[in-house]
């Protein structure tokens, strides 16, 4: 699923990073955050893809894992 998304401990120390590229998925998300858009991105870094910048903001969302607890009332 997350084919892109590479794990190496001789890059970046390990951090979860791009084609092992030493982009991590962390720098990515912050980017898009910020309000860059997949083009942007890649523009500003050649060596990614904007199939990247998607697989960064999904592994990004899969590991938040959204779960939702309800509150009880009253608390």
């Known amino acids: 699923m997350f084919d892109r998304v590479t794990h ?6 390990g951090r979860a990073t791009l084609r092992g590229l ?5 720098h990515v998300v912050n980017l898009v955050a910020n309000g860059m858009t997949p083009a942007e991105i890649v523009a500003e870094h050649p060596d990614l893809e ?10 990004a969302a899969a590991i938040a894992e ?5 509150i009880p009332a009253g608390k």
């Open 8 to 13: 190496d401990p001789h890059v970046l120390a």
């Open 50 to 59: 904007e199939e990247d910048v998607r697989q960064a903001l999904g592994y």
């Open 22 to 26: 030493r982009i991590s998925v962390a």
């Open 66 to 70: 959204d779960q939702i607890y309800p």
